[in-house]
C-alpha cells in the first residue's frame, strides 16, 4: 500500500442497505453477520461481504438494539476487532480496496447505534495506524 498523509487518508463510510447505492460508493462491503431481509445481491452492488467482521451472534443477539446497552456492546465489539486475527482480516479488507473509498453496507434500521458505525472507527484507526 502507498504511504498517505492524514490528509490523503481514503474515505470510509456507511450506508444502509435499504438505500440505493452511491456513484462514489467505492468499495461496497456488506458488514452484517445475516444477509439484509428482502434485498438480493444484485441490488446492493457489493464487491466483499464481511460476515467474519460482523459481530458474533451471541452479541448481537444480547445487544437487541437496546440503547442502554450501546455503550457496553460497543467496548465488547471493539475488544472482539482488537484480536490478531481480526486487525489481520480487517488489514486486508484495506488492501482489497485498493486506493477507492469504502463503503461499509448494514441493515440496521437505528442509523447511529449499529455495528457498522463501530467498525467504521476502527477500520478507520487501524488505516491510520498502518498507513
Not at 492524514?6 to 458488514?31: C, H, K, M, N, S
Not at 464487491?47 to 446497552?69: C, N, Q, S, T, V
Not at 473509498?101 to 488505516?127: C, H, M, P, S
Amino acid at each position: 500500500m502507498t504511504r498517505r498523509t492524514a490528509v490523503q487518508l481514503r474515505a470510509i463510510r456507511i450506508r444502509r442497505a435499504y438505500d440505493e447505492p452511491g456513484a462514489d460508493d467505492g468499495y461496497r462491503v456488506l458488514v452484517d453477520r445475516y444477509w439484509p431481509r428482502g434485498r438480493r445481491r444484485e441490488s446492493l452492488k457489493l464487491d466483499e461481504w464481511a460476515r467474519e467482521l460482523a459481530p458474533e451472534p451471541d452479541l448481537i443477539k444480547w445487544f437487541g438494539h437496546m440503547p442502554e446497552r450501546w455503550d457496553e456492546f460497543r467496548q465488547r465489539y471493539l475488544l472482539w476487532l482488537d484480536a490478531p486475527g481480526q486487525m489481520k482480516r480487517m488489514s486486508e479488507l484495506l488492501e482489497s480496496a485498493g486506493d477507492k473509498a469504502i463503503t461499509l453496507v448494514y441493515g440496521a434500521r437505528d442509523e447511529t447505534q449499529n455495528q457498522a458505525v463501530i467498525f467504521r472507527d476502527a477500520l478507520q484507526a487501524l488505516q491510520r495506524a498502518i498507513e
